[in-house]
């Protein structure tokens, strides 16, 4: 972080995905009030990525995995903004081809080891012993609409499209969340560093939340810088991934989301040496 006397320098790293990009896109075009802070520095990063960034504690403002949180808690504090968490948002385990269940003797593919995503995969099978191979999201999907018999864990906007990409689902993820806990699922947040201080987390907050209401309230701009950075360009799968990430929650996750979240860190926390620092 950098200070003068009219503006606070912070450095931002968010997923290139459209609900990260709607969420900022106020200010990222310099549209919203910034609450006196500026990101002079942005990253667009897989989640997987962004996870590993938070890691290094040298990036002010990120978004991370729920399921990242328990290792940078002691340098980071959540937002209750600007995240992604809902119902019926969570990540697909998919296999290549008409086979309609899992082989817990192959190879899965996981869009990284410190996601959401492979945490409500082990949820769902409650086993260690599966061979598992992390790739970035991106490289997973392509690998799992080319290579017949694979199966993988997607995330993100190809949940819109897999179907036409040859793809059988075999388990909602988060769907079988839902059903075993009763809660939303809590899929991203925003990180920021503890050491900027109370004032300054408190403007982030504030300029998250009116750079969402200056996107609602301008949603052509808006779209159009998801496009820019989006994995698939067609404005339906855009218009659907806002739709579905970009909820009530995204503004304040409200006592409902609250509770959710804090059932998932204790049973993340409770998965024992899965998880480094688990």
Same mark, same amino acid.
């Given at each position: 972080m950098r200070v003068n006397s009219d503006v606070t320098k912070l450095s931002l790293g968010i997923s290139p995905c459209p609900n990260d990009v709607y969420i900022?896109?106020? /200010?990222? /075009?310099?549209?919203?009030?910034?609450?006196?802070?500026?990101?002079?520095?942005?990253?667009?990063?897989?989640v997987e990525t962004l996870n590993a960034l938070s890691m290094t504690g040298d990036i002010d403002v990120c978004k991370i995995s729920?399921?990242?949180?328990?290792? @940078?808690?002691?340098?980071?504090?959540l937002l209750p903004c600007g995240g992604a968490l809902g119902r019926?948002?969570?990540? /697909?385990?998919?296999?290549?081809?008409?086979?309609?269940?899992?082989?817990?003797?192959?190879?899965? /593919?996981?869009p990284g080891e410190f996601t959401t995503a492979n945490f409500l995969f082990d949820f769902y099978t409650r086993r260690s012993d599966i061979p598992k191979r992390y790739v970035p999201f991106d490289i997973l999907y392509a690998e799992l609409c080319n290579r017949p018999g694979a199966q993988g864990v997607v995330i993100h906007e190809k949940r819109f499209t897999y179907q036409s990409d040859g793809l059988t689902?075999?388990?909602?993820?988060?769907?079988?969340?839902?059903?075993?806990?009763?809660?939303? @699922?809590?899929?991203?947040? @925003?990180?920021?560093?503890?050491?900027?201080?109370?004032?300054? @987390?408190?403007?982030v907050k504030s300029a998250i939340k009116d750079s969402l209401q200056w996107a609602d309230a301008n949603r052509d701009e808006s779209f159009e810088l998801c496009r820019h950075y989006a994995q698939d360009l067609t404005h339906g799968v855009i218009e659907s991934h806002i739709r579905l990430y970009?909820?009530?929650?995204?503004?304040?996750?409200?006592?409902?989301?609250?509770a959710a979240v804090r059932y998932f860190l204790e049973a993340a926390q409770g998965r024992g040496s899965t998880q480094a620092g688990w």
């Open positions: 900022f896109a106020g /200010l990222l /075009l310099g549209k919203s009030d910034t609450h006196g802070l500026k990101f002079d520095s942005v990253q667009y990063e897989d729920y399921a990242n949180f328990s290792r @940078i808690a002691d340098r980071y504090e019926g948002v969570g990540p /697909l385990l998919l296999v290549h081809g008409a086979r309609s269940h899992f082989d817990p003797s192959r190879e899965t /593919l996981v689902l075999v388990q909602d993820l988060g769907d079988f969340w839902e059903e075993k806990t009763g809660h939303a @699922i809590p899929l991203g947040a @925003i990180a920021v560093r503890r050491s900027l201080g109370t004032d300054t @987390i408190a403007s970009v909820n009530e929650y995204s503004q304040d996750l409200g006592d409902d989301g609250a």
